[in-house]
């Protein structure tokens, strides 16, 4: 028998990457299912499901949320998969602590556990590519850098948080196309935080990222930072609830959503 | 001594007005205190809170969430008044039915209850004067028609509702100007959900609303409807929590937000 046809990541559609993650691919999911809407996850215990709204109704701009699963679910309106192993990679959290990696959470799902899906920067990439503007770690191959900040953001209840930011480099006579063009997708982080002047949000060293992976800066370029889905477990980290899943940074679920659905006409 | 000038009702600001509430103007508020951000309020005990935050994300169009007290306090931080004597008159809901319209509802404040914040469509009516588009209600010095219709919010826990809709008639050579000038405003219900045809909506009689008040709808006039923050109420009148405040329909909150924080440019 043939093999099938090699796709493209760009190419293949959220069943076929989700399977593929599903059967061990482990890789950032930037460039993937082009067009469909990438998510963060965050899974906590319905006693923390209220504080983690509020948080996010406060903090729309890094925690936007697009979708809430019933306690126990691991599907939700916009996600037709398996929350529990359809993301490359997770993270588990014990008391805040960070204490494993992992390809799938199956054994330590719980009967209480609420999974946010809050909305990805990588939505707004095809637009930025189609716009004309690079996007470096997609060129590199990389994942996005991503940087806890010394802002904090509104708290609510028992969450606090540092705001976390992803960062791209763009050249500075595309700074405000790329302003336009995200500015059109309030609801996955909209348009930037904040253009250039790292040293004001507490960055110290753009080449060592909190998370993902450091990305060059060509002379020309303006560092340009966009709010990040992964100011939840900054939360849950500084919060220190009993538990809490999420995806590994820059390691997405890929919803069955178009980015169209989140496109400001 | 002599009285302080007049201040017409657009030209108020938040505090002058929110004391003319206090201390027994009843109206609505429509064309109230121009360019400031008017919500409905909803308050619901603690125990509710979760239910209702992922309704309204459940039901943006219906339920946009501006702000959320803390448990027990009259006051958010876009709305420096007292909640419980600060508008114009409230309604008292008690397992579901509606037991009182009042002026002030002190007496019957409790600890535990969340003030919930809704963006109101008549944040967006100076815009649409500006935009040279008419305010029926607003000529007529009239409150707004509202309509409890046969399609159904997305549930949430114990909540669920009939869509509840507001009603402008717009000449038809504007309908066009309405759909891109409120679609801007999307945290205070954005563009209509629904243009001409009441009846697919359920509304058999447009001369007999729900709430507020009939208005004329002159030759050449759709009936235009967009989504309406006396949703919340429906849920409490459908779902029958044991306890919940709310603002009289068309009586609002007015903030202190600047209507310009909610225009996506």
Excluded at 132 to 143: C, W
Excluded at 168 to 191: E, F, N, S
Excluded at 208 to 228: K, L, M, N, Q, T
Aim: aromatic share 8%; proline share 11%; hydrophobic share 40%.
């Amino acid at each position: 028998m043939n093999e099938p046809p090699k796709t493209s990541p760009a190419d293949m559609s959220p069943p076929r990457a989700r399977q593929a993650f599903r059967t061990g691919l482990r890789v950032p999911t930037s460039g993937y299912c082009a067009g469909w809407t990438q998510a963060n996850l965050i899974a906590l215990p319905r006693a923390y499901a209220y504080d983690f709204l509020l948080f996010s109704q406060r903090n729309p701009r890094s925690c936007p949320v697009l979708d809430v699963s019933e306690p126990g679910e691991a599907r939700t309106s916009i996600f037709d998969g398996d929350l529990r192993t359809d993301l490359p990679a997770y993270r588990v959290y014990s008391e805040g602590e960070f204490v494993a990696e992992r390809d799938e959470v199956t054994d330590l799902w719980r009967d209480d556990l609420v999974c946010f899906l809050i909305g990805c920067s990588f939505t707004f990439e095809t637009a930025l590519l189609q716009a004309g503007v690079p996007v470096r770690h997609l060129e590199q191959g990389s994942n996005v850098p991503m940087y806890r900040t010394s802002r904090n953001c509104r708290p609510a209840g028992t969450l606090h948080a540092p705001l976390v930011v992803s960062m791209r480099p763009i050249p500075a006579d595309l700074v405000a196309t790329a302003v336009r063009v995200t500015a059109r997708y309030p609801a996955v982080h909209g348009a930037p935080l904040h253009v250039g002047s790292p040293e004001q949000l507490g960055i110290t060293d753009l080449d060592r990222p909190d998370f993902g992976d450091a990305v060059e800066i060509r002379p020309g370029e303006v560092p340009v930072f966009w709010g990040c889905g992964v100011t939840p477990q900054a939360a849950v980290m500084r919060s220190k609830p009993p538990f809490a899943l999420a995806h590994a940074p820059g390691h997405m679920a890929v919803t069955d959503t178009h980015d169209s659905a989140f496109l400001v006409p």
